[in-house]
Nanobody, 123 residues
Framework: QVQLVESGGGSVQAGGSLRLSCAAS????????MGWFRQAPGQGRERVAS??????YYADSVKGRFTISQENAKNTLYLRMDGLKLEDTAMYYC??????????????????WGQGTQVTVSS
């Protein structure tokens, strides 16, 4: 059972930056997909970015602004968010699934979830 603990959310003005962290209780390079999803009120949970063995994915809405990275020694996943926009406001969740090299696109395909961290962007 993989446990995920997020941190780093908060409130920021538009154009600002935040870095989210997700500490995993266990992780295997190339065999564990880890990703970030977000959910705004009244909307579904969408994949923002994911990482598995060097293969990265970004949603079109965050390309060029968000950067996903991983520190293997600490089993920690990061999401650096720059140029934040009002529409980035959401609850952000870290997720993981044991699969080789790829990351599935849909939230239901992930087995493990963190508790979520709120990101609020104001004008």
């Amino acid at each position: 059972q993989v446990q995920l603990v997020e941190s780093g959310g908060g409130s920021v003005q538009a154009g600002g930056s935040l870095r989210l962290s997700c500490a995993a209780s266990e992780y295997t390079y190339g065999r564990t997909c880890m990703g970030w999803f977000r959910q705004a009120p009244g909307q579904g949970r969408e994949r923002v970015a994911s990482f598995n063995g060097g293969n990265t994915y970004y949603a079109d809405s965050v390309k060029g602004r968000f950067t996903i990275s991983q520190e293997n020694a600490k089993n920690t996943l990061y999401l650096r968010m720059d140029g934040l926009k009002l529409e980035d406001t959401a609850m952000y969740y870290c997720a993981a699934v044991n699969v080789r090299w790829i990351c599935p696109p849909a939230s239901f395909q992930y087995n493990y979830w963190g508790q979520g961290t709120q990101v609020t962007v104001s004008s």
